[in-house]
């Protein structure tokens, strides 16, 4: 088997692999096993395995000096909260008290929710959001921080 094809097989098994591995690769092995196949094509006129050994390091060594960053920033998943999510953590006021056994109303932000919570809790006091069960606020009441 002449050179140029053990890093052509070798990119092969390297991108291969990134199917198995999944996303957590963060797309490593297809690069670099692109740059083994990259190599390995360039010295396929040569019978040396020294043009294909130059060609993939530095294609490596430029993917790993330059590129990585910009790879990994570019498949990045996001995790800031969207949506309902953004919503817990935040504290509003109840505008209608709420039992243990029943529902009540509270206001958070400029929005008015339907709202639950495990005590009772008389209205105008300060809650925090803690939970989001369909379109019902899971509250409990603020702690105050004594001064």
């Given at each position: 088997?002449?050179?140029?094809?053990?890093?052509?097989?070798?990119?092969?098994?390297?991108?291969?692999?990134?199917?198995?591995?999944?996303?957590?690769a963060g797309l490593?092995?297809?690069?670099?096993?692109?740059?083994?196949?990259?190599?390995?094509?360039?010295?396929?006129?040569f019978k040396s395995?020294?043009?294909?050994?130059?060609?993939?390091?530095?294609?490596?060594?430029?993917?790993?000096?330059?590129?990585?960053?910009?790879?990994?920033?570019?498949?990045?998943?996001?995790?800031?909260?969207?949506?309902?999510?953004?919503?817990?953590?935040?504290?509003?006021?109840?505008?209608?008290?709420?039992?243990?056994?029943?529902?009540?109303?509270?206001?958070?932000?400029?929005?008015?929710?339907?709202?639950?919570?495990?005590?009772?809790?008389?209205?105008?006091?300060?809650?925090?959001?803690?939970?989001?069960?369909?379109?019902?606020?899971?509250?409990?009441?603020?702690?105050?921080?004594?001064?």
């Open positions: 088997m002449e050179v140029w094809m053990i890093f052509v097989a070798i990119g092969l098994v390297m991108v291969l692999l990134e199917l198995v591995v999944g996303v957590d490593d092995l297809v690069i670099l096993g692109t740059a083994f196949m990259v190599g390995g094509l360039v010295g396929l006129p395995w020294v043009v294909p050994l130059i060609a993939t390091g530095g294609i490596s060594v430029v993917y790993l000096a330059v590129g990585r960053r910009y790879v990994h920033r570019w498949t990045a998943v996001r995790t800031s909260k969207t949506n309902i999510d953004a919503i817990i953590g935040r504290t509003g006021f109840v505008v209608q008290g709420i039992a243990r056994d029943a529902h009540g109303r509270v206001k958070v932000g400029v929005e008015d929710w339907r709202a639950c919570a495990a005590e009772d809790i008389e209205e105008g006091a300060k809650v925090v959001v803690t939970d989001v069960n369909g379109v019902t606020l899971v509250v409990e009441r603020a702690k105050e921080v004594s001064t």
